[in-house]
């Protein structure tokens, strides 16, 4: 089964920096991969599917980018409401398979 | 409006089992796979088993397999996770999810308001 390693679990920025998240797939999953925001006690969010495509709602500084194996989700410009976990899942074929997930807070 | 309305979680012994059910509404059931997610608490998000629409093929992570079995009723508009066997590490919150329907189509873009379920002596 597919394996994803999402990288760092955590980081700390400011208000207004650009912040960069990635996740790499053991196998290349094409383009089936999924971010989420998931905020304390709330059920995740979905941001980005097909690994580019913003859902709508989303903030427009969200962003996603990447195939085969390395993707990666852009926040442009840091903004407080952003403090969250964010996941990746790969849906490529049968199993599904999150990343770790990466704290993002405010410095 | 989408809705999926999880039931049936609990406290359960060690090697004891629960059935949980989830009820859809609001969009076409019977054209989407549907999964399980769970979240222990203070840790991340994990797949635990995806069914196709017909029913027909059930994909779920290692560590459930031969334990747990997911099933639907389209007619119902219900899915289900019968778990078996269960060990303490099971013991998280059990979400439902809007899985793929096609291309191009967001999925896991709805969410069960989810289940808990403790497995402790």
């Not at chain 2, 039931?7 to 012994?13: A, F, H, T």
Request: proline content about 5%; overall charge neutral.
């Amino acid at each position: 089964d597919i394996q994803v390693t999402q990288s760092p679990s955590s980081l700390s920025a400011s208000v207004g920096d650009r912040v960069t998240i990635t996740c790499r797939a053991s196998q290349g999953i094409v383009h089936y991969l999924v971010w989420f925001q998931q905020k304390p006690g709330k059920v995740p969010n979905l941001l980005i599917y097909g690994a580019s495509t913003l859902q709508p709602g989303a903030p427009s500084r969200f962003s996603g980018s990447g195939s085969g194996t390395d993707f990666t989700l852009t926040i442009s410009s840091l903004q407080p409401e952003d403090v969250a976990t964010y996941y990746c899942l790969s849906y490529y074929g049968g199993p599904r398979a999150f990343g770790q997930g990466t704290r993002v807070d405010i410095k | 409006e989408v809705q999926l309305v999880e039931s049936g979680g609990g406290l359960v012994q060690p090697g004891g089992s629960l059935k949980l059910s989830c009820a859809a509404s609001g969009f076409t059931f019977s054209r989407h796979s549907m999964s399980w997610v769970r979240q222990a608490p203070g840790k991340g998000l994990e797949w635990v088993a995806v069914i196709i629409p017909d029913g027909t093929q059930e994909f779920y992570v290692d560590s459930v397999k031969g334990r747990f079995t997911i099933s639907r009723d389209n007619a119902k508009t219900s899915l289900y996770l019968q778990m078996n066997s269960l060990r303490v590490e099971d013991s998280a919150v059990y979400y439902c999810a809007k899985d793929w329907i096609g291309e191009s189509i967001p999925l896991f873009d709805y969410w069960g308001q989810g289940a808990p379920v403790t497995v402790s002596s």
